[in-house]
């Protein structure tokens, strides 16, 4: 045999060889079924006890899929509230805020009713706080509020104001009926509850015709307060806590007793909120002792049972 015959078939013998180690070295670890979690790439499905688990990247990490897991998922909430609630609320929300860095807190005061209908369009919203238990209960009526999240939470007064540097001759509710007035600021009776309740006390003393006849009528209570502010009334009839605000105007007195419906503020949670957890976590806020004080700070009631 030449040489030449014989290197080929060393070579030869040699290529079988490593072909068989190599089938050999796949066959077992087809057997052990084993992969190295090294070699897994980030959002791969590895199997452990032969159940499969995902891992997501995260910030350059990985969350278990296990919907137990803490989240760092920023998140906005809408809050609709009274506009009587406008610098409580303002407090209340930094506070929340800095409690909870996730969460970041949009609120949109107004008249009651306007916020209702808001809610009744399908207007973004995760918690509405009333100034009055009606527009709380049409809402929840129609299916639109989570029941079992709705709680009453303060109590406010109704109050008949005057310009502080003024020279209007009123002392009581009965005096607006007199020439002693010439033009009242009052909310509209339609979608303000403040102007809900006017109507009531009026009508219980016999003279709402004669008041009515000279009332401007305001969309929300702040907007009533601020015609009293710059005496472009005569006098104003707000919450007890939109007069507290305001150095330029004089309280004259609260309604009669019993001339109108407790003014009862509930508060829910939206049907439609994209967030109930946090909602939840709002609403629970604002019925904590600090939260209460200061609520009572601004002349709040504590309505929490």
């Keep these: ?17 490593a072909m068989l180690a190599g089938a050999c070295a796949s066959l077992t670890e087809q057997q052990s079924g084993k992969t190295s ?10 199997p452990v006890n032969n159940v499969p688990v995902e891992t997501t990247a995260v910030d350059g990490g990985t969350l278990s899929a296990d919907a137990n897991t803490p989240t760092t998922e920023k998140v906005e909430l809408t809050i609709l509230a009274a506009a009587s609630l406008t610098d409580v609320c303002d407090e209340l929300k930094t506070r929340f805020e800095n409690e909870n860095p996730n969460i970041t807190v949009n609120i949109s005061y107004g008249g009651s009713g306007a916020l209702q209908t808001q809610i009744e369009e399908g207007a973004p919203a995760d918690v509405f706080i009333s100034a009055a238990t009606k527009q709380m209960t049409a809402l929840d009526e129609e299916g639109l509020m989570d029941s079992a999240s709705i709680v009453q939470l303060l109590e406010n ?8 540097e003024g020279d209007t001759r009123v002392s009581s509710f009965a005096d607006v009926a007199t020439d002693a007035v010439t033009m009242i600021g009052l909310g509209e009776p339609g979608s303000v509850p403040v102007g809900q309740y006017s109507e009531e006390i009026f009508t219980s003393l016999g003279i709402l015709d004669a008041v009515k006849a000279k009332a401007n009528y305001g969309s929300d209570v702040r907007t009533v307060l601020s015609w009293v502010e710059t005496a472009a009334v005569d006098c104003g009839v707000v919450y007890a806590t939109d007069a507290y605000t305001s150095e330029d105007v004089t309280i004259v007195c609260e309604a009669p007793q ?5 003014v009862i503020y509930p508060i829910g949670v939206v049907a439609a909120s994209e967030h109930p957890d946090e909602a939840a976590a709002w609403v629970s806020f604002l019925q904590s002792d600090a939260s209460m004080a200061l609520f009572e ?7 929490r049972e």
């Design 1 to 17: 045999m030449n040489m030449n015959n014989r290197f080929l078939k060393i070579a030869a013998v040699l290529l079988a060889i």
């Design 297 to 303: 700070n601004y002349g709040f009631s504590d309505m």
């Design 157 to 164: 007064k109704v109050v008949l104001i005057v310009p502080k």
């Design 37 to 46: 979690a090294a070699d897994a790439p980030v959002g791969a499905t590895e």
């Design 258 to 262: 019993g001339s109108c419906k407790p």
